[in-house]
Nanobody
Framework: QVQLVESGGGLVQAGGSLRLSCAAS????????MAWYRQAPGKQRELVAT???????NYADSLKGRFTISRDNAQNTIYLQMSSLKPEDTAVYYC?????????????WGQGTQVTVSA
């Protein structure tokens, strides 16, 4: 199972920026899809962005233009660059890996990193 460790969360004022990191325990070349999710208090976990092993990206419509997902294959790490942050972006941000083992996909989650945006 892939182990994931997120970092980079913190407290930021509205309009500011943060970059989150997610380090994987193995080469991300072997991971089919990696993604960022977030969960705000009292809300369901929602998809933020995905990036495939070929580098294709996808974003939640509401976040396009403000958030950018990227990957550093040499560091086995993906990133989430967040800009123009709003108080409603406050949430725990989770990294997820989806890896295919034969015909079966297995999912791994990180422990999450808190992002708090003050007004």
């Amino acid at each position: 199972q892939v182990q994931l460790v997120e970092s980079g969360g913190g407290l930021v004022q509205a309009g500011g920026s943060l970059r989150l990191s997610c380090a994987a325990s193995e080469s991300i070349f072997s991971i089919n899809i990696m993604a960022w999710y977030r969960q705000a208090p009292g809300k369901q976990r929602e998809l933020v962005a995905t990036i495939t092993d070929s580098g294709s990206t996808n974003y939640a419509d509401s976040l396009k233009g403000r958030f950018t997902i990227s990957r550093d294959n040499a560091q086995n790490t993906i990133y989430l660059q967040m800009s123009s942050l709003k108080p409603e972006d406050t949430a725990v941000y989770y990294c997820k890996a989806e890896k295919r083992y034969g015909l079966v996909y297995k999912h791994s989650w990180g422990q999450g990193t808190q992002v708090t945006v003050s007004a």
